[in-house]
């Protein structure tokens, strides 16, 4: 039986995406991830645990010389994000990958990437109530794969000097920078992200280079809303809404 599936227009009705009714949905957060990656010219990405391909679609129309990979171990997330990839008309740059995130050298090279980008399961097994659904478990805790499977394979797929992107909640934060000092992937861009401006912060933002130097660069706070009641962004997210796409 096929999964239901909606469409939903984003970015002022520039782009439009299929996303599985009772699977992971997309929000301010993935975009925010999104406009945090740079791109240099004639590169190659690659998204880990990809969905409904949100990530590098945004990213392909925004930098056309750009070329795009993603990957889920959900099937359905999968045809989903080809789906997407034909409707905003980047089929043509943009490959999805039926396949376990443990499992990347089966299908690649090591080294293959310039870019590797990802907001990975990010509840310890063990921990916290599972989420309803078995799409949704998948995507928000480490039912099939761990941090540090996410961060192992980005270590194996990029290139000496490739960037590694996470959006992860800030309990995770520690355990993130540990695991990716482990891997020769040294941490050089930090923001955290505040729902409100008189909350604390509860996601953060973070670029690593592999085989980088130390020393990080501490961004200032990214503040998502005005209010959190009545969900107004702030002028900042509302400017990076606007100008994401030309």
Known sequence: MESEKDLSTFLNNRVKFYQLKEGFRFGTDTFLLTTFVKVK???????????????PILLLLKYKDLK?????????????????AEINGVSDRFKVFHLDVK?????????????VVSNPPFIEKGRGSLAKGEYRQTARQETTATLKDFIQAAKYLLKNKGRFYLLLPTSRFVD???????????????????????????L??????????????VLPPLVVYRDLKSRVYTQEVEELYNSFLP
Do not use: M
């Open 41 to 55: 010219g004639k590169e190659k990405l690659i998204d880990l645990g990809t969905g409904c391909g949100v990530i």
């Open 204 to 217: 953060f933002l973070l670029e690593s280079v592999k085989g980088g130097g130390k020393g990080i660069e």
């Open 68 to 84: 795009g990979v993603g990957i889920d171990i959900v099937r359905e997330s999968v045809e989903v994000a080809h789906l997407n």
């Open 103 to 115: 499992e990347v050298k089966r299908l690649f090279r090591a080294q293959e990437f310039d870019i």
């Open 176 to 202: 993130a920078v540990s695991l990716l000092r482990e891997n020769k992937l040294e941490p050089k861009r930090l923001r955290f992200i505040h729902p409100q401006r008189n909350k604390g912060a509860n």
